[in-house]
């Protein structure tokens, strides 16, 4: 009777495994599928400067669009793309994406605000992604800052052999590297003096609380640190103006979250560079006002 017990729960194991197993395989080929046909789009959520509250970039989110089923999350389909690899091609896909708006954008304003675009550690795994995204920069034109490279702080300080030498080779030739999801990993502050980054952003968890004291003792401090290291500091999901003022009076440099912008379509991000470029050549070219 033990026996048998024991058999059925191995045969309804069996049929549970190869359920799961069968269900890996079909998302794992209509990934495969989807990359080849480039069912992906990316949209665009603004970045504002903090106090003036100009636009100063974009971080691009990608999509998957799938034909009859509507648009996938990246939260439902980045970590499946992980475990299988196919990250790597869906990561060059992203940077092919990104970098031709840019070019787009350049063509039509004659000037352009840094792109951001998140970077998997495993595509750090590929020796040659650094040369091949510089060299997608150089075909296509671009200024290499107005790419940036985010990579969250848990990738970077879990796989640090084979990410910081890249990193370093990035920022020497001019590609912003932001750390993102500060709060959430846990670096230590040797660390984060170590790595060759441009920004940090504050994951929204230490957003979201402000102005609660506790919390806001956290972003003071941390933004005192980001300062004496000379980086940009982003507040993430920035959702209230309450939290929007409370990041700026504490010291973050950008402000970024549904309050101030959701992603965007790519054709209504260029409307709102166009906009920004605008106001910012007609202030640059006001002549200073007498006092
Ligand atoms: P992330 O890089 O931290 O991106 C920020 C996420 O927070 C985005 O979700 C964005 O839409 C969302 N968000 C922005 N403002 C607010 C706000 O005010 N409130 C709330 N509740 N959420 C806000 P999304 O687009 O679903 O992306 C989720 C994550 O998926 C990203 O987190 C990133 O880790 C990953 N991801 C997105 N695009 C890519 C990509 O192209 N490549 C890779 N490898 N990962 C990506
Ligand atoms: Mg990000
Ligand atoms: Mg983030
Ligand atoms: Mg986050």
């Given at each position: 009777r033990a026996k048998g017990s024991a058999g059925a729960s191995f045969m309804f194991f069996d049929i549970a495994m190869n359920g799961a197993s069968r269900?890996?395989?079909?998302?794992?080929?209509?990934?495969g599928k989807a990359i080849t046909e480039r069912e992906f789009l990316l949209e665009y959520q603004p970045k504002f400067r903090a106090g003036s509250r100009q636009l100063c970039g974009f971080e691009a989110l990608v999509r998957w669009e799938r034909p009859g089923k509507g648009r996938v999350s990246p939260a439902d389909f980045v970590p499946a793309a992980e475990r299988t690899g196919q990250i790597k091609a869906l990561g060059?896909?992203?940077?092919?994406?990104?970098?031709?708006?840019?070019?787009?954008?350049?063509?039509?304003?004659?000037?352009?605000?840094?792109?951001?675009?998140?970077?998997?550690?495993?595509q750090f795994d590929d020796a040659g992604f650094t040369s091949r995204l510089l060299a997608l920069l150089d075909e296509r034109h671009l200024p290499h800052d107005a790419l940036e490279v985010e990579i969250t702080e848990t990738a970077a300080i879990g796989h640090v052999d084979r990410v910081l030498p890249q990193l370093h080779r990035l920022r020497k030739a001019g590609?912003?590297?932001?750390?993102?999801?500060?709060?959430?990993?846990?670096?230590?502050?040797?660390?984060?003096?170590?790595?060759?980054?441009?920004t940090m952003k504050l994951d929204r968890s230490m957003i979201d609380p402000l102005p609660e004291a506790q919390a806001s003792a956290v972003v003071r401090a941390t933004c005192v640190l980001g300062h004496s290291l000379q980086l940009e500091i982003v507040a993430e999901g920035v959702e209230t103006e309450v939290q929007a003022q409370a990041a700026e009076a504490l010291g973050c440099?950008?402000?970024?979250?549904?309050?101030?912008?959701?992603?965007?379509?790519?054709?209504?991000?260029g409307v709102l560079l166009a906009a920004a470029l605008g106001v910012q050549l007609r202030t640059d070219s006001m002549p200073t006002q007498p006092p």
């Open positions: 269900a890996r395989l079909d998302a794992e080929q209509s990934l060059e896909l992203i940077l092919d994406i990104a970098t031709a708006q840019l070019r787009a954008w350049l063509d039509a304003e004659g000037q352009v605000l840094p792109v951001a675009v998140n970077v998997s550690p495993l590609v912003l590297c932001s750390l993102d999801d500060f709060g959430t990993g846990q670096s230590s502050l040797t660390m984060l003096r170590n790595l060759p980054i441009s440099t950008q402000l970024q979250g549904y309050h101030l912008g959701r992603p965007l379509s790519a054709a209504a991000a």
